[in-house]
């Protein structure tokens, strides 16, 4: 058990840290704002990315595995991507009023994009969402799962509690 954890706890900060990468990829290289740090945390991870990553995994690891066929067709990845659309909105919306509750609010606007709620959610960045998540669960996840695998128990807990007491720290700092 303890190990799941641990493995299950770099997935969330692997995930993490692309997914600050890829916001500041945005920011600097497709947007042109320059750079900021694009969460609430001073290390380069988006803890929002991280666990929607482990509910894409956790939630839609048997749908993915199984062969639901229409007609011919395979059509499981789709409904896989419907999914993981569908968790990374209602993820991204919970996250807009927790951070409007604790910070007075969210970190992006979607007013500019058709089909926005609010400007907290909209069909544009869901998509990618559903484009990124795909990478995440059959891409991604499985090669994690070979790195964290070749790990001895030994290296594993060092490098998840090495992780961890930096994550930790962070989160300590951000919010005390």
Known sequence: MKKAIEKYFLYFIMYAMIGWIYEVFLEVVVYRWG?????????????????????????????????????????????????????????????????????????????????????????????????????FMYILQPLFEKMTGRLSDKALNITAGVTGVLFLADVLHAFL
């Open 35 to 135: 750079f900021s740090n694009r969460g609430v945390l001073f290390g380069p991870w988006l803890p929002v990315y991280g666990i929607g990553a482990l509910i894409f995994v956790i939630s839609l690891r048997k749908l993915k595995e199984r062969k639901i066929y229409a007609g011919k067709i395979n059509i499981t990845p789709v409904l896989v991507f419907l999914g993981i659309v569908i968790i990374a909105t209602v993820i991204e919306l919970i996250a807009s009023y927790i951070m409007e509750l604790t910070r007075g609010g969210w970190m992006w606007d979607y007013d500019r994009f058709a089909f926005n709620f609010q400007g907290r959610i909209a069909l544009n960045p869901s998509i990618r969402f559903g484009i990124g998540g795909m990478i």
